[in-house]
């Protein structure tokens, strides 16, 4: 794999105060092979840090992030490219010149903070509280190599908070903002499905979380008892598997439907079961609505008696 930094700029970042992650960024290398499917979906929309020791060693990312990272700004002739590497996952990503002025935006950044982040903009402009410290800390980062961290208060939305992981990126400075308030936000969902899981099994009925891509999400005890298969296998399993190939069609159709916004689905299938015969099934499935966007789906199986 290509050098991306000089070795100096490798030894000051070493020695930079670590970024703070959060908790869904981060596994061990035993659950990182158990989940890989889990794990790699994560890895897609943002960079996985892989622990060793209880502290974050590698990172786990796309080719096309790290193709990026590896090439040096001036082999870059096509920004169209680059944009389209912002724009392929939602994160709210900004490239500052040496400046600190803004030369590209990701597609999320721009509906949610408009010409605070158009290109000649200074990022601090998207700030209510912080900003002259967030320019403080884009020239700090320029000028050292350092990465560092700074939370701020956006302008556009007062009642929400935003970390900015500030690194150095040739040519300038790369900025990736994450919605602290939607994290908590999200915590709390999952919190609630984790409860309606829970009411869902005492009533029989078996309760699923998924991924927007339709794979299986912390699969239950009762969902390995309904299937037969072992709930570390059925972590890394898209949720059309575990039925008949009769039902795979119509159930994939609703898992995209639901995952684009069109609205929760019920729909009838036949759940496979190991060494028994298939079980008739009903399938309900709604999203997950955090801070206005779906961020995975529910599901809930129960036995058809009819």
């Known amino acids: 794999m290509p050098d991306c930094r000089s070795r100096d700029q490798i030894r000051r970042m070493s020695d930079a105060e670590p970024i703070r992650r959060s908790e869904g960024q981060c596994v061990t290398a035993s659950q990182l092979v158990r989940h890989?499917?889990?794990?790699?979906?994560?890895?897609a929309r943002a960079p996985v840090y892989i622990l060793h020791?209880?502290?974050?060693r590698f990172a786990l990312t796309s080719v096309e992030v790290m193709e990026a990272l590896c090439t040096p700004l001036a082999a870059r002739t096509d920004d169209g490219a680059l944009e389209g590497l912002l724009d392929a996952g939602d994160?709210?990503?900004l490239i500052l010149d040496r400046e600190g002025r803004v030369t590209l935006?990701?597609?999320?950044?721009?509906?949610?903070?408009?010409?605070?982040?158009?290109?000649?903009?200074?990022?601090?402009?998207?700030?209510?509280?912080?900003?002259?410290?967030?320019?403080?800390?884009?020239?700090r980062v320029v000028?050292?190599?350092?990465?560092?961290?700074?939370?701020?208060?956006?302008?556009?939305?007062?009642?929400?908070r935003l970390r900015c992981d500030l690194s150095p990126f040739p040519g300038g400075c790369l900025l990736r903002a994450t919605d602290l308030t939607t994290e908590q936000e999200l915590a709390a969902a999952r919190a609630l499905l984790l409860a309606a899981s829970m009411a869902s099994?005492?009533?029989?009925?078996?309760?699923?979380?998924?991924?927007?891509?339709?794979?299986?999400?912390?699969?239950?005890?009762?969902?390995?008892?309904?299937?037969?298969?072992?709930a570390e296998a059925l972590a890394s399993a898209r949720f059309t598997s575990l039925l008949t190939v009769g039902s795979r069609v119509a159930a994939g159709e609703a898992?995209?439907?639901?995952?684009?916004?069109?609205?929760?689905?019920?729909?009838?299938?036949?759940?496979?079961a190991r060494d028994a015969a298939p079980t008739p099934v009903v399938i309900g499935l709604a999203p997950v609505v955090v801070a206005g966007r779906i961020e995975e789906l529910a599901a809930t199986i129960i036995r058809d008696a009819t």
């Open 201 to 230: 099994a005492a009533a029989g009925a078996v309760a699923v979380r998924l991924s927007l891509r339709g794979y299986v999400v912390t699969p239950s005890a009762e969902l390995a008892a309904l299937t037969g298969i072992a």
């Open 36 to 43: 890989f499917g889990l794990w790699q979906e994560r890895a």
């Open 91 to 93: 994160a709210i990503t």
């Open 255 to 272: 898992v995209d439907t639901v995952a684009s916004g069109g609205g929760p689905r019920r729909i009838a299938a036949e759940c496979l």
């Open 53 to 56: 020791r209880g502290r974050p």
């Open 143 to 160: 000028g050292s190599g350092i990465a560092e961290s700074i939370e701020i208060i956006p302008e556009a939305f007062p009642a929400r």
């Open 105 to 139: 935006a990701s597609r999320a950044a721009l509906p949610r903070f408009g010409a605070a982040v158009r290109a000649g903009s200074k990022p601090a402009g998207l700030a209510l509280a912080g900003g002259e410290l967030l320019d403080d800390a884009i020239r």
